[in-house]
């Protein structure tokens, strides 16, 4: 069974760090593209950092220089490393797995809450 697994997330002030784990189980992890979105309230869900299996990154404009997305094969586990937060950052943070190889199975996490708040 496939699990997706996300923690980290919390209440930090403007200006603050986060880093957000997803650990992956139930799948061959070095065969996904591995991607972080965000959902916040009355908002669509949107693509906020993507690493492809072969560590190529790719991320949304709103957080380029502040955000970094990095994987560690070994222990089956993407990360969003996320500096100097804004509050409009606050949102539900989910990881989605996409397979590289056919069939195009793709996985989504439960979500994990990040509040930007003074």
């Known amino acids: 069974q496939v699990q997706l697994v996300e923690s980290g997330g919390g209440l930090v002030q403007p200006g603050g760090s986060l880093r957000l784990s997803c650990a992956a189980s139930?799948?061959?992890?070095?065969?996904?593209?591995m991607d972080w979105y965000r959902q916040a309230p009355g908002k669509q869900r949107e693509l906020v950092a993507a690493?492809?299996?072969?560590?190529?990154?790719s991320y949304t404009d709103s957080v380029k220089g502040r955000f970094t997305i990095s994987r560690d094969n070994a222990k089956n586990t993407v990360y969003l490393q996320m500096n100097s937060l804004k509050p409009e950052d606050t949102a539900v943070y989910y990881c989605?797995?996409?397979?590289?190889?056919?069939?195009?199975?793709?996985?989504w996490g439960q979500g994990t809450q990040v509040t930007v708040s003074s």
């Open positions: 989605h797995a996409r397979r590289v190889v056919p069939p195009p199975n793709d996985y």
């Open positions: 690493i492809n299996n072969g560590g190529r990154t």
């Open positions: 139930g799948v061959r992890f070095s065969i996904y593209n």
